[in-house]
C-alpha cells in the first residue's frame, strides 16, 4: 500500500524517509532498501546503526559512513543530528515538535498518513456463533472489524465477509442482531467462504481472520483458489490465526461454557458499579462504553496468535490496568478540556519539562500506529500506544499544573496537549472498539 508520507506528523516516519533518501544519494539506490534501524534511545530521541550494517555490507569504517550520512543528511530543520562512535543520534527540534502538534489538531484525522492509491480490502472472518454464542467466538470477529476500521481511516474501501452458517435460522438470525446491537457492530455480507453477489469482483487484498486451528484449512483453501483463478496471482491474500479466549476462573472447560451475552452483561455491571465507587459523574451509558470496551480492548492487546486469558476482575476493577487508564485518561481530559478549551488557541506549544516534551512526541506517533495495525493486521500495535499515551499522560498531569499565577506562559500550550491526548484516545478507541459513551 501507498501511503501520502508528507501529510505525516510522525518525526520517526519523517526521520526514516530523509535517511533512506541520504543513504540512496550516498551509496546508490540500490542501498536505499538497506534497513535503517532507526530506534528510540536513552541519549536522544532516536538512533541508528545503519552506518554499522552499510559498513559490513561494502567492508568499510562504519564511522566515517556514518560522517558520509550525516554531511548528505537533510535534517536541520527537524532534528539536532550528532554520531557517538558508529551510531548516528537525532534530537528532534522542540520547534518543530510543537508545529507539529498544532497541525494535528487542526486535522480532523489528527494528520494521520492517508492512502496515495486507495485499495479495495476484504476481511473475512467468522462471527460469534448463533446458536451457542460463547465467548471462544468473540475475538476474530473483533479482531477483524478493528482492522477494518484502521483502513478505514486511512482511506481504503473495505468489504467485510462474516457470519456461520447457522445464520440461516431465523432464531439465529435474531440472537445475531441483537448480539450485534449489543456489542456495536454491523453484520458483513453472511457466509465467510460462501459465495455472494456482494462480494467484489475485485479486489486488491483479501485478509482472513480466523481461529488458530482454520489456519492451515485456510491456507489451503487460498491455494485452491489461485489454482481455479478465483484469487488472482497479485492479489495478497493474509490469512490469521487468532488464539483461544479462555475466561478466567473457567479453567475446566474454557470460554466455550460462558455465553458472550453474560460476559458482557457482567464487565457492564462491574463497569456501573466502578463508575459509580470512583464518582466520575452519571452512570448511564457509560458503563456499557466502559464495560464491553474493556472486554474488546483486553481481546485486542494480546498478540492475535497469543491465546487471551479474560479476567473481569482484572479489566474492570479498582486496581486494573488495561484498559482503564485509556479510560482515566480520556476522563481527566475531558474535564479539564471543558474548563478552559477556548484558550487552546493558535500559539506556539512550548515545552517547560521534560513531561511535556515527552507526551507531545508519543502523540504525533498515532498515524504510525494506526496505518502499522492496519498493515500488520495487529491491533495490538494501536492499543499499546494509546496505553503509553495514557501513561505519559498520567505522568505530565501529575508534573504540570495548568491553572495558576506561575504558570500563565505555559497555559495555552498545557492545554493544548490536553486537547490533543483526548482526541487521539477518542479517535484511538473508535478504531480499536464500536462502544463509545457519549
Known amino acids: ?148 476500521r484502521c483502513l478505514e481511516f486511512l482511506g481504503h474501501r473495505v468489504v467485510t465477509l462474516s457470519g456461520d452458517p447457522e445464520t440461516r435460522d431465523l432464531r439465529a438470525k435474531d440472537a445475531l442482531t441483537e448480539l450485534n446491537w449489543r456489542l456495536g457492530t454491523e453484520p458483513g455480507v453472511s457466509g465467510i467462504f460462501g459465495t455472494s453477489s456482494a462480494l467484489p469482483e475485485v479486489a486488491d487484498r483479501f485478509v482472513c481472520v480466523v481461529p488458530a486451528e482454520w489456519e492451515r484449512h485456510v491456507e489451503m483453501l487460498c491455494e485452491a483458489a489461485r489454482r481455479v483463478g478465483w484469487l488472482c496471482e497479485g492479489v495478497p491474500a493474509d490469512h490469521v490465526g487468532i488464539g483461544e479466549v479462555r475466561i478466567a476462573g473457567d479453567e475446566l472447560s474454557g470460554s466455550e461454557s460462558v455465553e458472550v451475552k453474560d460476559l458482557l452483561d457482567d464487565a457492564v455491571r462491574r463497569a456501573g458499579t466502578l463508575w459509580a465507587w470512583l464518582a466520575l459523574g452519571p452512570t448511564e451509558g457509560t458503563a456499557k462504553a466502559v464495560g464491553v470496551g474493556a472486554v474488546e480492548l483486553a481481546c485486542l492487546a494480546v498478540a492475535p496468535d497469543r491465546g487471551c486469558v479474560l479476567d473481569l476482575n482484572w479489566i474492570v476493577g479498582p486496581r486494573g490496568t488495561n484498559p482503564l487508564p485509556l479510560y482515566a485518561a480520556e476522563i481527566r481530559t475531558r474535564f479539564m478540556e471543558a474548563v478552559r478549551l477556548v484558550n487552546a488557541g493558535a500559539g506556539p506549544v512550548l515545552f517547560g519539562n521534560l513531561e511535556e516534551r515527552a507526551l507531545a512526541l508519543r502523540l504525533l506517533g498515532f498515524g504510525a500506529a494506526v496505518q502499522e495495525a492496519a498493515e500488520s493486521v495487529d491491533p495490538r500495535v494501536l492499543t499499546d500506544h494509546l496505553r503509553e499515551v495514557a501513561a505519559y499522560y498520567s505522568a505530565f498531569d501529575k508534573a504540570c499544573s495548568v491553572f495558576g499565577p506561575t504558570v500563565w506562559a505555559t497555559e495555552e500550550s498545557r492545554l493544548a496537549l490536553r486537547a490533543a491526548t483526548l482526541r487521539t484516545l477518542e479517535t484511538g478507541l473508535a478504531l480499536l472498539t464500536s462502544v463509545h459513551s457519549d
Open 1 to 148: 500500500m501507498t501511503y501520502h508520507c508528507s501529510s505525516t506528523v510522525d518525526p520517526r516516519s519523517v526521520l526514516e524517509k530523509r535517511l533512506r533518501e541520504a543513504v540512496g544519494a550516498v551509496f546508490g539506490d540500490e542501498c536505499a532498501a538497506t534497513g535503517l534501524d532507526l530506534h528510540e534511545s536513552t541519549s536522544a530521541d532516536f538512533e541508528s546503526d545503519v552506518a554499522v550494517d552499510l559498513a559490513a555490507a561494502r567492508h568499510g569504517d562504519p564511522r566515517r559512513l556514518a560522517e558520509r550520512l550525516v554531511a548528505e543528511l537533510d535534517a536541520a530543520d527537524l532534528a539536532q543530528v550528532e554520531i557517538n562512535g558508529s551510531s548516528i543520534r537525532f534530537t528532534i527540534h522542540d520547534t518543530w515538535i510543537g508545529q507539529a502538534l498544532r497541525e494535528a489538531l487542526a486535522s480532523p484525522r489528527l494528520a494521520a498518513p492517508k492512502a496515495g492509491d486507495p485499495q479495495m480490502v476484504v476481511i473475512a472472518y467468522p462471527g460469534p456463533d448463533p446458536e451457542h454464542r460463547h465467548a471462544g467466538h468473540l475475538r476474530p470477529m473483533l479482531v477483524g472489524d478493528a482492522v477494518g
